[in-house]
């Protein structure tokens, strides 16, 4: 009965969500204020963002190097900034770049931004944190706002971010990753371990009909 009352709210949720961020909004959170640009990830109607974010700024985060790999309507990394952190905020998608240099300035907060697929753009170095908040279905991409959802038919995504992350950490970094139980966590930590990668449950919670993980990655 549980996971038919799921199912049919998630049936009859997503196409109201659906239509609502279809739509160019401005969003306030916690003195924040974003402008969030048509089809990307809203951090009103997803759990995942402000979860994670609340298990960041939990952290002492003044003068830390902080990377948000993948940083869409940018509330963590402006966020980030405001509690003091070095922050560097990268995207995929023209767009999104483009408007997190604008809501930085009217947050009037200083960030590094850069447009990169994953790593591919961001000088080497390494970060006391690195925050994801990734893609996770496994589809095919058919553009680069659809990256925000779709991780790739055979879970590409993960493949290469899992090969590519431990040139930018050292032992003591501080790695978190946010998971809900409508992907397949089982495939990704298999990934991670492949790449000589530990996938440790840091903190979990319900929202609603949904269960909710980050984990920390080593």
């Known amino acids: 009965m549980q996971n038919i009352s799921k199912k049919f709210t998630q049936w009859f949720l997503q196409p109201i969500i659906s239509r609502r961020i279809s739509r160019a909004s401005e969003y306030v959170y916690h003195g924040i204020t974003l402008h969030i640009?048509?089809?990307?990830f809203h951090p009103k109607y997803f759990f995942s963002t402000k979860y994670l974010l609340k298990q960041l700024t939990a952290l002492p985060l003044q003068d830390q190097t902080f990377l948000e790999l993948g940083a869409g309507n940018g509330l963590i990394s402006i966020s980030a900034a405001k509690h003091g952190a070095q922050v560097t905020a990268s995207d995929i998608s023209e767009l999104v770049v483009k408007t997190l240099k604008q809501n930085a300035l009217d947050n009037n907060v200083s960030i590094q931004i850069i447009k990169s697929d994953l790593f591919n753009q961001i000088p080497k170095q390494t970060f006391d944190i690195i925050a994801i908040n990734p893609p996770y279905y496994p589809k095919q991409a058919r553009n680069d706002l659809e990256m925000a959802w779709y991780c790739g038919v055979n879970f590409e995504y993960f493949q290469a971010l899992f090969?590519?992350?431990k040139d930018y950490i050292v032992p003591s970094s501080i790695v978190l990753m946010v998971l809900s139980d409508g992907c397949d966590i089982a495939k990704i930590t298999s990934i991670a371990k492949t790449n000589g990668l530990s996938f440790t449950l840091f903190h979990q919670?319900?929202?609603?009909?949904?269960n909710e993980f980050i984990f920390r990655i080593q």
């Open 37 to 40: 640009p048509a089809g990307v």
């Open 163 to 165: 090969s590519q992350i």
């Open 205 to 210: 919670q319900k929202i609603w009909w949904e």
